[in-house]
């Protein structure tokens, strides 16, 4: 019998009312049962390749919340290690990296991704195993600009400066990076459907700011270049794309990636995108996440008006971004009524 998954529907092109939903970052630290599991994982690399404890925090937001997709639980900075950088989390300080210099690139080698990052493999099979049946399960990885930035940097940074000058200054050792983080993530991915992902992730959480010349190499060109190795592999599943911040880039990264789905930030122009993106491509998004740690009237009318404004397109329910740590539990409950149509007035 084929069980009827209402997120992996939307994302082949039907319309659900109501939307299916789900919250970028929904394993994680407003959760005290999150907190509770990680208390009990001092270093967070670690954590992520530990099968047991990954597979029990993806499955946490389901169970409390009944989510119509659970992510499975793994960090974007996984992939750099594979090529051979340290990478670390300081409590407080976010990810830190050994900076890579452009000099450093011509001696990079592609690991063994699969082999190396097998244990999120095995997170997916034990999610799935453990999952209701109507539940989408999404694999993801980073886009190679977003990776290659927190490689450059050394972490997370305000403006990218250097790796928008490395990527100006050097564009062949650049793109060359950016060749090889495509290659080693669309591996990656592959193994992650063969594991049991329904659908994939690709995020591009630093595609803001960038003038059309830098957008098409960085971000368009290394997005298509997985999409093209996923589906050349034989895995056909649905790849969501998530260029965060790309403004009216948006129009042609749908256009041009080879992505099934488009997730939206909460700064994108609704009216502007929909007009914009192909016809039919389902869309995920759009909710500001301080309009859901704000909670009260201001969460209601902000789900409303995201509702309406997608209900002509097969739609997802997210935020624009990840939820943030200090988000009362009871705000995503509320969410929830809101978006199901079950809420009080
Ligand atoms: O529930 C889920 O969304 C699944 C797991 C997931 C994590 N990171 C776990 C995590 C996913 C999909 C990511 C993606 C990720 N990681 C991105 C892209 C999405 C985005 O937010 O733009 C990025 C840029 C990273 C890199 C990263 N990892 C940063 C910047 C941080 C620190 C930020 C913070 O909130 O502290 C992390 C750590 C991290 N990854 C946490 C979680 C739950 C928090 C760490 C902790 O529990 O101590």
């Known amino acids: 019998m084929v069980h009827d998954k209402p997120l992996l529907a939307v994302l082949k092109g039907e319309r659900r009312d ?35 404890k990954a597979a029990e925090v993806t499955l946490q937001p389901i169970r409390r919340f009944g989510f119509d997709g659970a992510i499975v639980f793994a960090d974007i900075l996984l992939i750099p290690m594979t090529l051979g950088r340290r990478v670390w989390f300081e409590k407080g300080e976010g990810p830190k990296l050994d900076p890579l210099a452009m000099s450093d690139v011509d001696s990079l080698t592609i690991g063994d991704a699969e082999t190396r990052l097998g244990p999120v493999g095995e997170t997916l099979s034990r ?10 399960l999404i694999g993801f990885a980073g886009a190679p600009w977003t990776v290659a930035t927190y490689m450059i940097e050394g972490g997370g940074s305000k403006d990218r400066l250097q790796s928008r000058a490395a990527a100006w200054r050097e564009p062949e050792r650049f793109d060359r990076l950016l060749d090889l983080l495509a290659t080693a993530t669309a591996r990656y991915l592959v193994m992650q459907a063969r594991s049991g992902a329904d659908a994939l992730k690709i995020f591009d959480s630093w595609a803001e700011g960038l003038p059309e010349p830098l957008f098409e190499r960085v971000v368009i060109a290394p997005t298509k270049a997985i999409v093209d ?22 129009a042609r990264y749908a256009a041009e990636t080879g992505i099934d789905a488009i997730a939206l930030d909460h700064g994108l122009d609704p009216v502007w995108a929909d007009a914009a993106l192909p016809q039919g491509m389902p869309v995920q998004g759009q909710l500001d996440p301080s309009a859901l740690f704000a909670g009260g009237e201001a969460l209601d009318s902000e789900i409303a008006r995201i509702l309406a ?7 997802i329910f997210n935020l624009g ?15 929830l009524e809101c978006v199901r149509g079950k809420a009080g007035a």
């Open 18 to 52: 109501p939307p299916p939903a789900w919250m970028m970052r929904q394993a994680g630290r407003y959760l005290p049962e999150y907190r509770k599991v990680r208390a009990t994982a001092p270093d967070f690399i670690a954590f992520c390749l530990d099968p047991e």
């Open 127 to 136: 999610v799935r195993a453990a999952l209701p049946h109507e539940t989408t």
């Open 229 to 250: 190795q996923v589906r050349a592999a034989g895995v056909t599943v649905p790849i969501i794309g998530f260029p965060k911040g790309a403004g009216t880039h948006y």
């Open 309 to 315: 404004a997608w209900k002509n397109r097969p739609h």
């Open 321 to 335: 971004h990840g939820i943030s740590p200090d988000v009362p539990v009871a705000h995503v409950e509320r969410l």
